[in-house]
């Protein structure tokens, strides 16, 4: 059974901090990794990961995908209030199971 | 299975063809979606229900016609679709369409050719 495991389901750190989070993955016919941030209804993309080993970084926010142990981080630095959100991580299968798996998110929510 | 289940997995059709996606809980949530995924683009929110009630419609074409008959299904017909509409159509639900804890399904990837 594919499956997305998200970790931990929630986080309360304060303004400032550096926080990480994680999300594994069972899916067969693997073809990228997705992280989201949904504050409102639609989630609002943050990155696309597909090769291992390759950190992509967009301002304070990094990730990496680890296809050997079939997982990826989500880096935020110098956290904010207004990171506060839920954090999904998704993977899509191609081919004859072309889908996308969402796991359950964390939430993160920034103390000031 | 996530515990949102859609069907079908994938579609093909014409443009003068009329079809339905089907998606379906079992978690006790009162409230549901739909969005669309496209290649290369944001994530897109379609319809939301709450209680089988329309409480949001975000300027989707009236080729788009969602139904609720029940808040564990929702379904999305489909009638002379574009080319453009071709993406991954994705139902997720929620406890109540005030929170923000959603759980997704898997998707049907549609084609109109």
């Known amino acids: 059974e594919d499956k997305v495991v998200q970790s931990p389901l929630s986080l309360v750190v304060h303004e400032g901090d550096t926080v990480t989070l994680n999300c594994s993955y069972e899916?067969?016919?693997?073809?990228?990794l997705l992280w989201y941030k949904q504050e409102k209804k639609a989630p609002t993309f943050l990155f696309m990961l597909t090769s291992s080993g390759i950190e992509k970084k967009s301002g304070r926010l990094s990730s990496i995908l680890d296809k050997k142990e079939l997982s990826s981080i989500l880096n935020i630095t110098a956290t904010q209030t207004g990171d506060s959100a839920i954090y999904l991580c998704a993977v899509g299968a191609k081919g004859r199971d072309d889908k996308i798996i969402f796991g359950k998110g964390t939430r993160l929510h920034i103390l000031p | 299975e996530t515990g949102v289940t859609q069907t079908p997995r994938h579609l093909v059709m014409g443009m003068t063809n009329k079809k339905s996606l089907k998606c379906e809980q079992h978690?006790?949530?009162?409230?549901m979606y739909w969005y669309k995924q496209s290649a290369k683009k944001p994530l897109e929110l379609m319809f939301v229900?709450?209680?089988?009630?329309?409480?949001e419609n975000n300027s989707v074409p009236s080729r788009f016609s969602p139904e609720c008959p029940n808040s564990s299904h929702l379904f999305l017909h489909l009638h002379t679709l574009q080319p453009e509409d071709s993406a991954l159509y994705l139902c997720a639900s929620s406890q109540d369409w005030t929170s923000d804890g959603y759980t997704f399904g898997s998707g049907t990837r549609l084609t109109v050719v």
């Open positions: 978690l006790g949530h009162n409230a």
């Open positions: 899916v067969t016919n693997f073809r990228s």
């Open positions: 229900y709450s209680l089988e009630e329309r409480v």
